[in-house]
């Protein structure tokens, strides 16, 4: 088979067909701007340092899929929540949250993208990376999803609170910011995001109930997905994601999810769900790939391969965030696995 570019790589894997190769990913945001040499606050306030990190991740590391993110705070001050900048290697976070009481949700307006500088340094970051990588590259714009994003205008705590006894409050305010969210996918779009990231996070039954989700998140999250017009990625957290739940979601065309530390596994997942959407999974982002060897990350990366690959639909991505201090030559390690291991026949 002739050789793919990545972006026509990752577009054959969403699309459940057989590309050259396995294509390669991971929520690798901060780590690039490290193996560039830039600081963490440089790249989360610098559109174009944060898309020299990720084209780092393409020319060094080997990735097929980038992802120009910072850190969960850089939406929500559009909300009015507060963030807070480290000097060490630690990603930002929020220091305030905007929501006091729950008569707080009533209060929150829908941000313009172009009023919020954490949404322009990812805009400006994605529009460079089209123009130098052009159609090289499959760059994703990442997002979370409108309960998600709740949690990041008041604590989670106060908002599992709200989801018991407070759902018209909350729901006032999850309104506003799925609105929100809509303007911010089509900015991503228009600065030619090839696809979107959306973490719904919350959807994990540690967190919520089956129950709770249907009657509190789901319109919104379908609402936000019927509005965006490219191949959406969507991760869910935790220990028991319901990824049965969101896996026939508009637009959604790959599931990742941390199968390293769950109970579904790649093979599992495979077969129930591998002829209606790609899998992206298969890298332990807590151990193997932050502490293991090269080695270590090779092997799981040819068991994940072993589990999902064939037939096509599979890409091989981390189960969560990769940790800042993550070794290069382990991602190289992903890399080099993606291409001894991941070839599709002719």
Known sequence: MQEMTSRERVLAALNLKRPDRVPL??????????????????????GEKMAIGQRALFEKAGFDLLFPFSHVGMYAEGWGSKVRYMEA?????????????????KRVVPFKPEEVPGVQVVVKAIRLLKEWLGDQAFVLGAMFSPLTSATHVAPLGTVLKHVIRQQDLLSTGLEVITESLIRQAAAYEEAGA??????????????????????VARKWDEKLLNRIHVPVIAHICGRDPMLDMVVDFPNVKALNWWDRGTSTSLREAKGKWGSRTCLAAGIDQT??????????????????MEQAAEGGGFILFSGCDLPISTPLENLQAMSKSAKQYGKYPS
């Open 194 to 215: 090839d696809g979107i990231f959306l973490a719904i996070t919350r959807a994990t039954k540690e967190i919520v109930t089956e129950k709770q989700y249907e009657n």
């Open 287 to 304: 151990r193997t790939i932050l502490m293991g060897s090269p080695e270590d990350v090779e092997k799981e990366a040819k068991d994940a």
């Open 89 to 105: 290697e630690v990603a930002p976070s929020i220091s305030e949250y905007f929501l006091k009481e729950a008569e707080d949700w």
């Open 25 to 46: 990913g991971s929520f690798a945001t901060h780590v690039g701007g490290k193996i560039a040499g830039i600081s963490v606050k440089e790249y989360a306030t610098d």
